[in-house]
Every structure is written in C-alpha cells, then in structure tokens.
C-alpha cells in the first residue's frame, strides 16, 4: 500500500527496493493524483480501488454522489492508475445496491470490505493469468467534486426526495444542516413524508407532522427525525 510519505522523499527508498521484484502499489482513499514518476516506482505498475462503478463517478467524493444522484447500485472498481483522474484501465469491478435509507458512512464501510477482498482477488487472478485489463470508456463519465462544508446547507427548494438524499450523502460530514430563528440545527437523520405541495407554505417552513418535524419542500414534505 503506498502512504503518502512517497509524496515526502521516501518514493527512491522504496524504487530502489522495489525495481526487479514483484512489488505492486496499491491505493485507496488517496486522495491526490500521483505523478508518474510515483506510478513508475512499482514494477508491476500501480492499482487503485475506488469506491464507484467506474466512470460513473469519478473524483474525490464518489459514495456521496451516488446517494445525491439518487443511484440504485454502485460498487468498487479496481483500475490502473494512469496520471489522469481516475481514467485507467479497468481490472475489476463489483456492483450492490444502496439501500433507500442508507447513510455514505454506512456504504462506506460496505464498500471498504469489498473493496479489501476485490483487490486480494485481483491478485489472484492476476497470478493466475486471468486478469484482463479493458480501456475505460469515456461515455457515461461523471465527477464528483471535492465535498465543502457548506454542501450541507439544505436547499428546502428543492423536492422532497433531493432533501433527503442530501442527508444521508452528508453523513457522517461535512453533516447538514438548516437554520430555525436563527439557530443552526444540525440533521442527522430525515425521512419523506409525502411528495405533494403543501398549498399555501413557503419551502422551508414547518408543518404539523405525525412524527418528528415536518418541513415543507418543493414539493413535498421532509419529516426531521433526529
């Protein structure tokens, strides 16, 4: 696994130990382009396991693009890294389904653990001679930019079915968030209630709810939980 120390001066240490041996980096969650004088370090080349069905979702942020898109499956992909933004060849790949009230920590996890045995299975095959590398298309490519706090600000003009998928994405963070008399309160956990407009409400504004808090959307209404 390469840490980024190799980014500090330790990437010579490790190509000199590395050139003639069957040494191959492997990276997750990096969160930088390497430059290809990193990606030459490792004989075999350099893999990397990211957590999307690739090229749906390329970039920093792909489990919270998938819940904000409102996606019914994602996956890992296990591709070589080339210096574009996760543009190289695809080795493996992975589907499941994201569950409807599923938070990005909570697909996370389940990605992460396939991700760790899809790549132990990619060196299988590999060592087998079974691993095919194919070209990665450039039709159906998506980015998912680099997540800022304030992407947890709730939009409550939009439909109720965005709100709430906008909760989930941003959990654990950056978290989202709304502001009541001029309170910030923090949302953890939401839930449509109905996707009818509320005649007369403004988005935004509270209404009577069975459970929890009612907020009307356009249209809909989210019901706050926690």
């Known amino acids: 696994v390469v840490a980024k120390q190799l980014l500090h001066g330790f990437g010579g240490a490790i190509g000199a130990g590395a050139r003639g041996s069957r040494v191959r980096a492997v990276t997750a969650a990096f969160g930088r382009i390497l430059r290809p004088s990193i990606l030459d370090l490792a004989p075999h080349g350099c893999w990397n396991v990211h957590a999307s069905l690739l090229p749906r979702h390329r970039g920093a942020s792909p489990v919270s693009a998938a819940i904000l898109a409102g996606d019914a499956w994602t996956g890992v992909t296990i591709f070589r890294l080339d210096p574009g933004l996760d543009t190289g060849p695809l080795l493996l790949q992975e589907m499941t389904p994201i569950g409807s009230d599923e938070t990005a920590g909570e697909l996370t996890d389940r990605l ?3 991700g760790g045995r899809l790549a132990v299975q990619a060196c299988d095959l590999e060592e087998r001679g079974g691993l095919i590398a194919r070209a990665q ?16 600000r709730l ?13 989930r994405a941003f959990s654990p963070w950056p978290g989202t968030f709304t502001f009541a008399g001029g309170n910030r309160l923090r949302v953890h956990r939401s839930r449509p209630w109905h996707r009818l407009s509320v005649s007369g409400v403004e988005p935004g504004t509270m209404v009577p709810a069975p459970e929890g808090i009612g907020v009307a959307c356009n249209p809909g209404v989210l019901l706050l939980l926690e």
Do not use: C, F, H, I
């Open 137 to 152: 298309p450039e039709w159906g490519a998506t980015y998912a930019s680099l997540v800022d706090k304030e992407d947890g």
């Open 112 to 114: 992460a653990r396939m």
């Open 155 to 167: 939009d409550w003009n939009r439909p109720v079915e965005q709100v709430e998928r906008t909760v």
